[in-house]
């Protein structure tokens, strides 16, 4: 179970902040930076949070920093097919074991996405600054606590349906967007032990990560999804061979 | 959509029967040929049925059988490992289109499901011949059509819970054992425009595919997941750019 | 099992045609009868279609109606009080027992609707004439079949989020509207051996049950939703005594 | 939101009790008392434990009581009939509005369950002290927490599939009996904001709420339940008319 403290490292590519001054002058500390500040705003003293990045050894995410890692935040784009396949299985495992995974915008096409899904997470898109509104469909769910029934992100880049993800374990938002497309802005999957939620909000070169409601929803996300590493359940990887019968283990 | 006769493949590892006698017995033509002859038994003139092996080139699954294919059923074992990657993308792919997957017994461990689910798929066993119950939990499923409230396997594997999955989007059968197990044993899964049943009953060692509900679960579940290859949906693989907003479309 | 022919019966409350000529304009024969001939455009010989109404005794769904009905469509609104409590409860059973229901928009609120879903059933709504599009969220599903990927509705009333249903078993179409809300526009839900649709398209001053999309999407729902009336399951309202345990019925 | 000291609410009907003197042997003073003795064994100073039952006015669930009831446990099963509707419509609508419901073995025929549900609740059963055997199906939910991978309950009432309800928004156990028979024991369900956990064992003529598993997974379940009254959502009982569109409520 998760420490009383939670946990959190938040995973930003790092790579458009790099090179765009664009992106810069919205995040100049880096994406990863902002939403980190979010979270920490939220959750306080509730939580210990820290970041990682692409550029690092293993991409910042060792062994050693996932064993302290109760939930994940991802945000890639650019560099998805340069991750490191056994760091994707390494969180993959993880995901499996408890550790909580926010997925965050493009990262609906990261390969642990993909990889826990097992479909192709694509989806309709335009850089067009539309306005989004993000509406509750699900008010008692905790993603969701504290949220008003709708709410406007004034730019952002429109991502439509179909999305081709398995059906949510349950869903949270759904978004409209100025050019009349509709989308599953907000959807919680459980796999193995683990809670994953995938909220779509967050392109580059708009500030949605300094938006305060998509601040609460990542942070009420991160805390939803914190339950940390749990005891590998008995037929983990390898399944279990049970010689003789229940009454073995009663 | 499907064709009116529906196309079948029944793909069998057939590497046991090659090794062992006591398999051989059971299953003198291999296990694909007994599986195949159960679902024309069923499907009779509303299904053309043919059978592809692991040691056929590109394990008999060439794009030309998969262009042919409304359904392709599994069973693998003790080969899974050497499946060749391209042929489990080609699958992959072509489940996403809505070819139907009918995953049988051991084919739990195969590299397709475990790539179409995203967890490890893994669980409990054990090998002693046991009578296993299969119960009906949602009469008005497709797939259970035509079946008693409960039938008995006498000789069964045992494949016991935890399974790792998610959450089945339809439960239909759960079994009992004689050493007191449950699993979940026949669950529906919806992945992209395509329709997966995975079935645990048959074991290689015991005549399985010979009993006669078994049969008409195999057949029911072909039908079921016989949707066939579908138009790509829009944002298939590549998502889909919308530059001008949903009018353009009208 | 159904009948190879589908029997059809569309109840349509037919209160707002006799009182209001602004709808009787659009209706001249009653919105039943625009919905049936919707039904039988598509689904051709393969379905045998009636009409009922409120005011026919036992709103003409009388034992003998129901045991010649595998789906029931239901539009309401104004009279949804005023349905005696024993057809509502006659209805109820069948659906349990394998009868299909499609529920048309201000359905939402009727009692067999509620009564199956066990919650309010209550959305956000508003009468302004606005510009509806609804989107595909699950292309592979058998009542989106042969639609565009969006469809225009021209003038509706609003009807948004938060609709207060269960989670849907499958979602199938979101919809938004131009004033930006968003409503889970058709839900399929299975309960028993039945299955239900929900498709909200259709408020009586706006001629949606003549718009072409409109008519396929009812004609497929009814089409999936045709199972038709089943045996009894052997719990079926009373439960099962077992006396002596599984091998009894082997 | 839930206080910090969560408020719970054990009913049990107390006619078995006061009729049965094998009964009365094992519960001196209810069931109700010993399941409310199970909770606060689990939750200590986390829960303020009140106890009602059926002779009481109103059924001991006036107004008062359940504006302070965060979450209610239900034991029922020979006064089903004969508890007020006024009453279920009270608890019906403090579920939607996000009061936690644990249901209780016979309380799969209350009709509060039925309301809730929609379907018959019906299943099948055999009084025979049979062994029951309790398997997790989802070791990452909070209900499982801290339970064996199995639990053996020694004498139980069977209760076994076909269970008439729709499908479990999450499945977290299934058991096995000594007769062959399973049964989904363990199911959760959302609706409107609220939480409902059905949990099988418990026949009143087996010490089965003296059974230390069983009482964690009644703490859990209250626990995991626990969210407390909320704020209506806006569209509670009556709908929202919206007249202006969404620029209104930013």
Request: hydrophobic content about 35%; aromatic content about 10%.
């Amino acid at each position: 179970m998760a420490e009383s403290v939670l946990r959190v490292t938040v995973w930003g590519e790092n790579l458009h902040e790099q090179r765009d001054a664009a992106v810069r002058a919205i995040y100049p500390d880096g994406m990863h930076t902002t939403i980190a500040e979010g979270i920490r705003e939220h959750l306080g003293a509730g939580a210990r949070v820290r970041t990682a990045t692409f550029d690092q050894p293993e991409h910042g995410l060792t062994r050693e920093v996932l064993d302290e890692t109760d939930v994940l935040t991802w945000w890639g784009h650019i560099g998805h097919d340069r991750v490191d396949d056994r760091v994707v299985e390494r969180v993959h495992e993880r995901v499996l074991l408890g550790m909580g995974l926010v997925a965050l915008h493009s990262a609906h096409a990261s390969k642990i996405f993909g990889r826990l899904m097992g479909t192709t997470c694509m989806l309709r898109w335009r850089e067009a600054g539309e306005r989004e509104l993000v509406w509750k469909v699900n008010p008692g769910h905790p993603v969701a606590r504290g949220l008003p029934d709708v709410f406007v992100i004034p730019e952002q880049e429109m991502y439509g349906e179909y999305f081709d993800i398995p059906q949510p374990d349950e869903l949270v938002f759904i978004s409209s967007f100025s050019g009349g497309e509709v989308f599953r802005s907000g959807c919680a999957f459980r796999r193995g032990q683990g809670r994953i939620f995938y909220f779509s909000p967050g392109h580059e070169t708009h500030p949605v990560y300094h938006h305060p409601q998509v601040r609460q929803v990542i942070a009420n996300a991160v805390r939803w999804a914190g339950v940390g590493p749990q005891r590998p359940y008995p037929t983990f990887r390898t399944g279990l061979h049970s010689p003789t019968g229940w009454f073995e283990r009663s």
